[in-house]
């Protein structure tokens, strides 16, 4: 079942992890625009709307290796420093 989430795409446990917004997860549609919700107001913030946020994204990992969930992503034409340009958050 795990790995039928993760092909299809369907968010759970490790994606939301209490940063993620509605947008993040790509369900904005199901959050009203007409009445208030919990969190309806915070979601306007700045610092959400930042181009610059982390993103979830799809990986496919080139060769048998793989990679396991928490994984950091360092970009492989920049200095490995820090905590990367992200990190695995599910895989199969």
Same mark, same amino acid.
Request: glycine share 14%; net charge positive.
């Given at each position: 079942?795990?790995?039928?989430? =993760?092909? &299809? *795409?369907? =968010? +759970?446990?490790?994606?939301?992890? $209490?940063? !993620? !917004?509605?947008?993040?997860?790509? #369900?904005?549609? %199901?959050?009203?625009?007409? &009445?208030? %919700? /919990?969190?309806? /107001?915070?979601? &306007?913030?700045?610092?959400?709307?930042?181009?610059?946020?982390?993103? #979830? /994204?799809? #990986?496919? =990992? =080139?060769?048998?290796? $793989?990679? !396991?969930? *928490?994984?950091? #992503? %360092?970009?492989?034409? +920049?200095?490995? &420093?820090?905590?990367?340009? $992200?990190? /695995?958050?599910? !895989?199969?």
């Amino acid at each position: 079942m795990g790995a039928l989430r =993760i092909e &299809k *795409g369907h =968010i +759970a446990g490790s994606e939301i992890e $209490g940063r !993620t !917004t509605l947008k993040d997860l790509a #369900l904005e549609g %199901f959050a009203s625009s007409k &009445k208030p %919700f /919990v969190g309806s /107001v915070l979601r &306007k913030r700045p610092v959400l709307e930042d181009p610059k946020r982390p993103s #979830l /994204v799809g #990986l496919e =990992i =080139i060769g048998d290796r $793989g990679a !396991t969930a *928490g994984s950091l #992503l %360092f970009a492989s034409n +920049a200095p490995r &420093k820090g905590h990367g340009e $992200g990190w /695995v958050s599910a !895989t199969t």
